[in-house]
């Protein structure tokens, strides 16, 4: 299986501070039959199911703000916070959906100072 | 509005079977994949299943496969994973997932807990 590497697994950040977080998957993820990567990331509240903030590497969902974005290729990628606000608190998952079984990250908490 | 709504999930003892059910709306289900991925307490999320509408492409992943059986109901929107010979390790959260692309998973339910203890 794949296998997603989430860094840091935790993060403390002062409200309007960025802040980012690392995937690396030990495969890369681009998918023969289109050449896309199937890179997703998601955003967990307590109590709450998972909630799909970016897909493909970098597209951003309907309703998303914008100082979410995300970047990277092969193997390495990046979801990027460009100010830190209260609602942002919670689990990020990043998901490879190119090689089955499908897998997740472990994890990031990002907590508010 | 999409909505994916499961029921389903309780307590039941090890070996035991439960089956469970996701209705959607707001949208139509027919063409469309579906999913089932689960969250152990405490822990992450592990992919579980896929069916496409007309069962001509369906996957499972290594933990379930042979215990569990994903289907679906298009005329009735649902989408069911019946789950027999049930272990402690299968206690999660399970939610119904699907989407426009099931490799990008748009759309979740609420998740029923299944609890599997003696």
């Known amino acids: 299986d794949v296998v997603m590497t989430q860094s840091p697994l935790s993060l403390l950040v002062t409200q309007g501070q960025p802040a980012s977080i690392s995937c690396r998957s030990s495969?890369?993820?681009?998918?023969?039959?289109?050449?896309?990567?199937?890179l997703n990331w998601f955003h967990q509240k307590p109590g709450q199911s998972p909630r799909r903030l970016i897909y493909?590497?970098?597209a951003r969902d309907s309703g998303v703000p914008d100082r979410f974005s995300g970047r990277g290729a092969g193997t390495d990628f990046t979801l990027e916070i460009s100010r830190v606000e209260a609602e942002d608190v919670g689990v990020y998952y990043c998901?490879?959906?190119?090689?089955?079984?499908?897998?997740f990250g472990q994890g990031t908490k990002l907590e508010i100072k | 509005q999409v909505q994916l709504v499961e029921s389903g999930g309780g307590l039941v003892k090890p070996g035991g079977s439960l089956r469970l059910s996701c209705v959607a709306s707001?949208?139509?289900?027919?063409?469309?994949?579906m999913a089932w991925i689960r969250q152990a307490p405490g822990k992450g999320l592990e992919w579980l299943s896929y069916?496409?509408?007309?069962?001509?492409?369906?996957k499972y992943a290594d933990s379930v496969r042979g215990r569990f059986t994903i289907s679906r109901d298009n005329a009735k929107n649902s989408l069911f994973l019946q789950m027999n010979s049930l272990r402690v390790e299968d206690t999660a959260v399970y939610y119904c997932?699907?989407?426009?692309?099931?490799?990008?998973?748009?759309?979740w339910g609420q998740g029923t807990q299944v609890t599997v203890s003696s």
């Open positions: 997932v699907t989407g426009p692309e099931i490799r990008l998973p748009q759309f």
């Open positions: 495969h890369g993820l681009v998918y023969p039959d289109d050449g896309k990567a199937y």
């Open positions: 069916i496409y509408s007309d069962y001509t492409d369906t």
């Open positions: 707001g949208l139509t289900l027919r063409n469309r994949y």
């Open positions: 998901m490879q959906g190119t090689h089955w079984p499908w897998t």
């Open positions: 493909k590497v970098s």
